[in-house]
Nanobody
Framework: QGELVESGGGLVQPGGSLRLDCAVS????????MGWYRQAPGKERELVAT???????TYADSVKGRFTISRDNAKNTVYLQMNSLKPEDTAVYIC???????????????WGQGTQVTVSS
């Protein structure tokens, strides 16, 4: 169960790569933004990357040039490709979608359960 289902987390060595997947339920429509956040122990939740319906992307300065957010409309899935991973990238990564399930309500945030990414040698 869940409107956002994440996968792809795990353990990787520094310099390695991972791809996170977020499958979005078809019950969510009028999606105006998708994104990935991360939260490390003792730190506030940080916005990593966003993707709008107009395919405009934004990235945190700490991941620019290394991470890429994308989507596959046919599969209704959001991806986060992470390359050149560093130990400081270790965190729980959380998928976020701004949309709605009923037309008479305003859009709101939907959140995934989070997936652990650990970068260590």
């Amino acid at each position: 169960q869940g409107e956002l289902v994440e996968s792809g987390g795990g353990l990787v060595q520094p310099g390695g790569s991972l791809r996170l997947d977020c499958a979005v339920s078809g019950s969510i429509f009028h999606i105006n933004r998708m994104g990935w956040y991360r939260q490390a122990p003792g730190k506030e939740r940080e916005l990593v990357a966003t993707l709008t319906g107009a395919d405009i992307t934004t990235y945190a300065d700490s991941v620019k040039g290394r991470f890429t957010i994308s989507r596959d409309n046919a599969k209704n899935t959001v991806y986060l490709q992470m390359n050149s991973l560093k130990p400081e990238d270790t965190a729980v990564y959380i998928c976020n979608v701004v949309g709605r399930t009923v037309w008479w309500q305003p859009t709101r945030d939907y959140w995934g359960q989070g997936t652990q990414v650990t970068v260590s040698s």
